[in-house]
T-cell receptor, first 115, second 114 residues
């Protein structure tokens, strides 16, 4: 079945460690997004990519990095520079082609806890 | 992107219609109204979107006022599984292929009671 797969679902890390969250989609979508969600809050955009080998910062990019070497993959690295990394991370993709409605399809999320 | 205002929470009895309001008084001509919902600890799910005409699909109806400054999402027969956070978002679209960012506010927590 087509969809978005995020892994791992749960992740623990020690302070000062970098961690990479995986996001893979087989929907053939051009655009991919990373959001962060804190308890009781809405989603905040970290990075997005509208095409392979290109990406833009969202509203809260500091302390994060991404790459888009393949259309189907958009990994997010949470670096040690991110001061409050404990959060729920959501990846999404969309097809921005002609006639599309711009709907975002979300993965199930990755919950990162810094110990 | 225009900002939206939603009530923080609402209740609804099972089987009744749930009407969720959203204000977007600064919406511009090329901005669409999108609705998503998020069930606890899952990724948001698309519900419906519209520009200026009322829209209906298998999940819900979207009523947009004539001046486009507010809208209402209607779940015609709410069930317990409709308990979720509902987000109203405005997002620009140009040329049929370019979209603005999707910015989520805090949404409305809808609780459906038996």
């Amino acid at each position: 079945d087509g969809g978005i797969t995020q892994s791992p679902k749960y992740l623990f890390r020690k302070e000062g460690q970098n961690v990479t969250l995986s996001c893979e989609q087989n929907l053939n979508h051009d655009a991919m997004y990373w959001y962060r969600q804190d308890p009781g809050q809405g989603l905040r955009l970290i990075y997005y990519s509208q095409i392979v080998n290109d990406f833009q910062k969202g509203d809260i990019a500091e302390g994060y990095s991404v790459s888009r070497e393949k259309k189907e993959s958009f990994p997010l690295t949470v670096t040690s520079a991110q001061k409050n990394p404990t959060a729920f991370y959501l990846c999404a993709s969309s097809n921005g082609g002609q006639g599309s409605n711009g709907e975002l399809f979300f993965g199930e999320g990755s919950r990162l806890t810094v110990l | 992107d225009a900002k939206t205002t939603q009530p923080p929470s609402m209740d609804c009895a099972e089987g009744r219609a749930a009407n969720l309001p959203c204000n977007h008084s600064t919406i511009s001509g090329n901005e669409y109204v999108y609705w998503y919902r998020q069930i606890h600890s899952q990724g948001p799910q698309y519900i419906i979107h519209g520009l200026k005409n009322n829209e209906t699909n298998e999940m819900a109806s979207l009523i947009i006022t004539e001046d486009r400054k507010s809208s209402t999402l209607i779940l015609p027969h709410a069930t317990l599984r409709d308990t979720a956070v509902y987000y109203c978002i405005v997002r620009w679209k140009m040329g049929g292929t370019s979209y603005g960012k999707l910015t989520f506010g805090q949404g409305t927590i809808l609780t459906v009671h038996p």
